[in-house]
């Protein structure tokens, strides 16, 4: 596996979970333990070990881009994705230190990347795209704008968050409308157009 590495000049770390999609109306605390922990584990662990696996030999080049794909919820909270939520700000939190001790005087950088609402049809259909009713996410018209968006990615992008234009459009309301005094919202927050 090596060889393979020794002329990678982009590593896009697309991994990510999200079990409690299913758990719309839970709470933190009534998500099962084991999908909380499955979510930690891929989103975040696995950009860790893609970083691990093919950072140094980039280093080693001084040339390179790393994209970590985020999300809208990596930087606007959901009280019912807590986990996912914490993982997607765990990503952005780890590229923008990665992006800290790249070499300076290289051409590298590491960004995390918002997709936006992206209808993949991944997962039985539960994917952060799924629960909009945003029509802009079809994923061939993503890549037409991610593409060359990634593609043009340089030293001057180094440790932004960036979100793909025309698609990044999960931003959640604060204003909840609440259950009985409890302080728990009764629904998960609308998904409004950036």
């Known amino acids: 596996m090596e060889d393979a590495r020794t002329n ?3 590593v896009i770390a697309n991994a990510g ?24 584990d891929v989103n975040i662990k696995g950009v860790s ?3 691990r696996h093919f950072l140094p030999q980039m280093i080693k080049n001084n040339v390179g881009t790393f994209v970590a794909m985020s999300s809208g919820l990596g930087r606007s909270p959901n009280p019912h994705q807590v986990a996912y939520c914490a993982s ?3 990503v952005e939190g780890m590229m923008k230190s990665l992006a800290m001790s790249l070499p300076r005087d290289g051409s590298m ?15 039985d259909g539960k994917n952060e795209g799924s629960s909009s009713s945003s029509s802009s996410g079809n994923i061939d018209k993503w890549i037409e704008v991610a593409g060359p968006m990634i593609l043009g990615l340089s030293r001057k992008d180094n440790g932004k968050s960036l979100s793909v234009k025309g698609f990044y459009s999960v931003r959640y309301r604060q204003s909840w409308s609440f259950q009985d005094g409890s302080g728990i919202p ?3 927050g609308h998904m409004v157009g950036v």
């Open 186 to 188: 009764d629904r998960v």
């Open 109 to 123: 950088c590491a960004v995390p990347l918002a997709p936006g609402v992206v209808q993949t049809g991944g997962a």
């Open 8 to 10: 990678v000049d982009l």
């Open 88 to 90: 997607k700000w765990a």
């Open 17 to 40: 979970v999200s079990p409690e999609t299913l758990y719309q109306t839970k709470t933190a605390w009534e998500v099962p333990r084991q999908d909380f922990d499955d979510t930690l």
């Open 49 to 51: 070990n893609m970083i």
